[in-house]
């Protein structure tokens, strides 16, 4: 875990500092100065072209993380060390060529689907359907920038593409939102700087490859024999149809309200949606260095590493993720009192908590996903990604008519729910891997005693600042009970090394 360590806890303070800036954005720009209706149609947009980027990937993002050690592996008889680092026998140029045929074939997709998709919005959300041309360069930018950020990863450099996704492009976004407020632009000028921040987001991806010395465009047709193109195509197949699925799930509850009950409702439902991501923040960085290790484990059929690094991450994952989403709903009433218009965004508190309880699964199990995606096993994960779809396309429709954005919030936790402990049981049956482990049982008992003793907390008479103090404080003690319980020995590790240099 010493690289994953390292490149994770770098990678999560830059994300944690893009978080600082998207706080500002959401905090004092977003709910002040843009109605509902008008967040809503940025967070649409952005879905919207992330579902069509999903597509247009042609499964690249998981064949670049499942096929590098292939095109690495026998590289180094033939080549010098330097021409090894680049080239990687044209491995990135099929990293470029496979998205772009993507790209055309979804583009085509995306027109013809012009009118259903617009008659299905005109009523609720007029604005979405006068914007939806800017779909299309808004996910074109998101395809290059994700594809990038990937390759990046492979390399084991994480740090610099994190910085840009989520510190980078937040002040980009920013920017874009500023120039509205202050009437410098109009709403047609700020969609259009919505969509130029990832196109410079997936230029700054593109000169740090290039600038790193590490990567070469240039293709080697000879080094693909039909037995690679054929493991290559089967895969990409399989992930393009388990992407239809994959993208689509994550989708289905903003489409639902938008459709439903209008943009104003989607714009409240994202400022929750930004509020509970903080949960996943550390898992992102985390993933991103140990997929590449999880497939090169799964590669040299290394069982005991394989589990050894599941449990590590999810087990890392549970904790920090857990402590988050404790501390924000221990404060959940005091941060819409700060909030700009807090009140008309409070009707979604509950909301903040299924979503947080969701991220937290995506936390602590995404990595179960990764592990039979690489396996032989993986054309499984298909069957669970429709499944993880049919269950949200019915949970949404049941709960969204009902229970309104609180319905669509809890529609993901069970659809999620459903999915995981599917997996999870296969991982455990196929791959002989299982992500549970003790340390998971005693954070959760830990989180759970911690969130009782705050609830007594806030039926005491006094101010919400005060309260909010005492709880935080019982907050603070719960974390210190954990790394001195070394419930993630990782963690504890991490900051007594921190600590030694400090005091060094």
Same mark, same amino acid.
């Given at each position: 875990?010493?690289?994953?360590?390292?490149?994770?806890?770098?990678?999560?303070?830059?994300?944690?500092?893009?978080?600082?800036?998207?706080?500002?954005?959401?905090?004092?720009?977003?709910?002040?100065?843009?109605?509902?209706?008008?967040?809503?149609?940025?967070?649409?947009?952005?879905?919207?072209?992330?579902?069509?980027?999903?597509?247009?990937?042609?499964?690249?993002?998981?064949?670049?993380?499942?096929?590098?050690? !292939?095109?690495?592996?026998?590289?180094?008889?033939?080549?010098?060390?330097?021409?090894?680092?680049? #080239?990687?026998?044209?491995?990135?140029?099929?990293?470029?060529?496979?998205?772009?045929?993507?790209?055309?074939?979804?583009?085509?997709?995306?027109?013809?689907?012009?009118? $259903? @998709?617009?008659?299905?919005?005109?009523?609720?959300?007029?604005?979405?359907?006068?914007?939806?041309?800017? &779909?299309?360069?808004?996910?074109?930018?998101?395809?290059?920038?994700?594809?990038?950020?990937?390759?990046?990863?492979?390399?084991?450099?994480?740090?610099?593409?994190?910085?840009?996704?989520?510190?980078?492009?937040?002040?980009?976004?920013?920017?874009?939102?500023?120039?509205?407020?202050?009437?410098?632009?109009?709403?047609?000028?700020? &969609?259009?700087?919505?969509?130029?921040?990832?196109?410079?987001?997936?230029?700054?991806?593109?000169?740090?490859?290039?600038?790193?010395?590490?990567? #070469?465009?240039? $293709?080697?047709?000879?080094?693909?024999?039909?037995?690679?193109?054929?493991?290559?195509?089967?895969?990409?197949?399989?992930?393009?149809? %388990?992407?239809? %699925?994959?993208?689509?799930? $994550?989708?289905?509850?903003?489409?639902?309200?938008?459709?439903?009950?209008?943009?104003?409702?989607?714009?409240?439902? #994202?400022?929750?949606?930004?509020?509970?991501?903080?949960?996943?923040?550390?898992?992102?960085?985390?993933?991103?260095?140990?997929?590449?290790?999880?497939?090169?484990?799964?590669?040299?059929?290394?069982?005991?590493?394989?589990?050894?690094?599941?449990?590590?991450? #999810?087990?890392?994952?549970?904790?920090?993720?857990?402590?988050?989403?404790?501390?924000?709903?221990?404060?959940?009433?005091?941060? !819409?009192?700060?909030? $700009?218009?807090?009140?008309?965004?409070?009707?979604?508190?509950?909301?903040?908590?299924?979503?947080?309880?969701?991220?937290?699964?995506?936390?602590?199990?995404?990595?179960?996903?990764?592990?039979?995606?690489?396996?032989? !096993?993986?054309?499984?994960?298909? @069957?669970?990604?429709?499944?993880?779809? +049919?269950?949200?396309?019915?949970?949404?429709? /049941?709960?969204?008519?009902? +229970?309104?954005?609180?319905?669509?919030?809890?529609?993901? /936790?069970?659809?999620?729910?459903?999915?995981?402990?599917?997996?999870?049981?296969?991982?455990?049956?196929?791959?002989? %891997?299982?992500?549970?482990?003790?340390?998971? /049982?005693?954070?959760?008992?830990?989180?759970? &005693?911690?969130?009782?003793?705050?609830?007594?907390?806030?039926?005491?008479?006094?101010?919400?600042?005060?309260?909010? &103090?005492?709880?935080?404080?019982?907050?603070?003690?719960?974390?210190?009970?954990? !790394?001195?319980?070394?419930?993630?020995?990782?963690?504890?590790?991490?900051?007594?090394?921190?600590?030694?240099?400090?005091?060094?």
């Amino acid at each position: 875990m010493g690289i994953i360590a390292r490149q994770s806890i770098k990678g999560t303070i830059v994300t944690y500092m893009g978080v600082f800036v998207g706080f500002l954005t959401t905090f004092f720009v977003l709910t002040r100065f843009l109605t509902a209706e008008e967040i809503g149609l940025a967070r649409v947009l952005i879905d919207v072209a992330t579902l069509l980027c999903g597509l247009m990937q042609l499964g690249t993002s998981s064949s670049i993380i499942r096929f590098f050690p !292939y095109f690495k592996q026998e590289k180094e008889d033939a080549l010098s060390a330097d021409q090894t680092d680049r #080239s990687c026998n044209g491995f990135f140029f099929w990293t470029i060529a496979v998205p772009f045929i993507g790209l055309l074939l979804f583009s085509l997709l995306f027109w013809a689907l012009n009118v $259903p @998709v617009k008659h299905l919005f005109e009523d609720k959300s007029q604005l979405f359907v006068d914007y939806y041309y800017m &779909v299309l360069p808004l996910a074109f930018f998101m395809l290059y920038q994700t594809i990038f950020e990937t390759n990046a990863n492979v390399l084991m450099r994480i740090v610099f593409p994190r910085l840009t996704r989520e510190l980078l492009l937040r002040i980009f976004l920013l920017a874009a939102y500023l120039l509205y407020a202050f009437k410098v632009v109009s709403l047609d000028g700020m &969609v259009v700087l919505l969509c130029l921040s990832y196109g410079l987001a997936a230029l700054c991806n593109i000169a740090y490859l290039f600038a790193y010395g590490h990567i #070469s465009l240039r $293709p080697n047709f000879r080094y693909v024999d039909r037995t690679l193109a054929r493991k290559y195509a089967y895969y990409t197949l399989f992930q393009i149809t %388990a992407a239809v %699925a994959t993208v689509l799930t $994550p989708f289905l509850s903003e489409g639902f309200i938008s459709a439903q009950l209008g943009l104003e409702q989607t714009g409240i439902f #994202s400022i929750a949606i930004y509020i509970a991501a903080m949960v996943s923040i550390p898992n992102r960085s985390l993933n991103a260095i140990a997929n590449p290790q999880l497939a090169q484990a799964t590669k040299d059929g290394d069982l005991k590493n394989l589990r050894q690094l599941l449990k590590q991450v #999810s087990n890392n994952s549970l904790l920090v993720g857990g402590l988050i989403l404790t501390l924000i709903w221990i404060n959940i009433d005091l941060i !819409y009192t700060i909030l $700009p218009n807090g009140e008309l965004y409070a009707a979604a508190k509950y909301v903040v908590l299924l979503l947080g309880l969701t991220q937290l699964l995506l936390a602590a199990f995404n990595a179960s996903i990764s592990v039979l995606n690489f396996s032989k !096993y993986y054309y499984l994960s298909l @069957v669970y990604s429709f499944i993880l779809t +049919f269950a949200s396309l019915y949970f949404n429709n /049941l709960l969204v008519p009902i +229970f309104g954005i609180d319905g669509a919030a809890l529609a993901n /936790l069970l659809s999620y729910s459903v999915y995981f402990a599917l997996l999870c049981a296969t991982v455990g049956i196929l791959c002989k %891997a299982s992500p549970f482990s003790l340390p998971q /049982l005693k954070t959760i008992v830990l989180l759970g &005693v911690v969130i009782g003793i705050c609830t007594a907390v806030g039926y005491m008479p006094c101010n919400i600042w005060l309260s909010s &103090v005492i709880k935080t404080s019982v907050w603070c003690i719960t974390a210190w009970i954990a !790394y001195y319980a070394k419930l993630s020995p990782e963690i504890t590790d991490l900051v007594n090394n921190a600590l030694k240099k400090r005091k060094n």
